[in-house]
């Protein structure tokens, strides 16, 4: 009786245990591609903006409790390590510049003809007078490196389908937010809005996407706009007029000396 019992035994393990292995993998299996397919999904977000390179004119409108205004200006990027961003208008600000080169962030003062170089401590200050922080300029198209990215929700919502990350900071990640929600579009992947959580999980900033047109080649968002949290009747609203991708540009396009040229 025993030794039937432990035959038994033995051929109920040889046929439940490959189910069981086989299901293992297959979970596995199943996280690897939706943890791919986040990333490649964000890489082309990323992507949307920049591309290799890029030359860009855009307006900046800036609405506070105190005053409205706009500014025009003339940007131009390298892979994801280099930024120059240059007021044209108005003239009481035309040449203020800032220039990112890796994690350091340079602003020129054409009144004064000074250079500052923004410490640590500076990076949650205002960039050019806006909701845009420093550090976001810093921190621009790192997502893959400093975020683990989940695709949290899919399907439809308020009418449309859509796809829903949940981008959590690594542990040795040098970024501000607590949690960053990003929806997007399923069909087109492109991206309808972006919630900023602090450290807290409490809601901080929402950007919204709109103003789909062609720039670049490419369909996408012409217009941005950064809402706060705690001030709703405020806002910073990004509109691009001319974007090209993909120019010829070096690294010694963006030095100190570029940065003062008007």
């Not at 990112?100 to 923004?118: A, E, F, N, Q, V």
């Not at 410490?119 to 921190?139: E, P």
């Not at 720039?215 to 705690?230: E, F, I, K």
């Amino acid at each position: 009786m025993r030794i039937m019992f432990q035959k038994r035994r033995r051929l109920f393990l040889c046929l439940i245990l490959p189910y069981f292995l086989l299901s293992d993998f297959t979970v596995a299996d199943e996280a690897l591609d939706s943890t791919s397919r986040a990333l490649a999904i964000l890489r082309q977000i990323d992507d949307l903006w920049r591309g290799d390179s890029s030359h860009s004119l855009f307006s900046m409108k800036i609405k506070t409790g105190h005053y409205t205004r706009t500014l025009r200006l003339e940007g131009w990027s390298l892979d994801t390590e280099k930024t120059l961003v240059r007021i044209l208008a108005p003239k009481k600000e035309q040449g203020v510049s800032s220039l990112k080169s890796g994690k350091h962030l340079y602003t020129y003062l054409p009144r004064t003809d000074r250079t500052i170089r923004l410490t640590s401590s500076m990076m949650m200050g205002s960039w050019m007078g806006s909701h845009f922080t420093n550090d976001d300029l810093v921190q621009e198209s790192r997502r893959e490196r400093d975020y683990d990215i989940d695709i949290s929700f899919e399907g439809i919502r308020d009418g449309r389908n859509i796809i829903e990350f949940t981008l959590i900071p690594k542990v040795d990640a040098a970024v501000v937010w607590g949690k960053v929600m990003l929806t997007v579009i399923a069909d087109t992947l492109l991206p309808v809005d972006e919630q900023y959580y602090d450290e807290d999980f409490n809601p901080a900033r929402t950007i919204i996407f709109s103003d789909m047109k062609e720039l670049g080649g490419q369909v996408r968002p012409a217009t941005m706009r950064v809402v706060p949290s705690d001030k709703p009747d405020e806002y910073t609203e990004i509109t691009y007029q001319v974007l090209a991708l993909d120019i010829p540009l070096d690294d010694s396009f963006f030095s100190l000396n570029q940065l003062k040229r008007r």
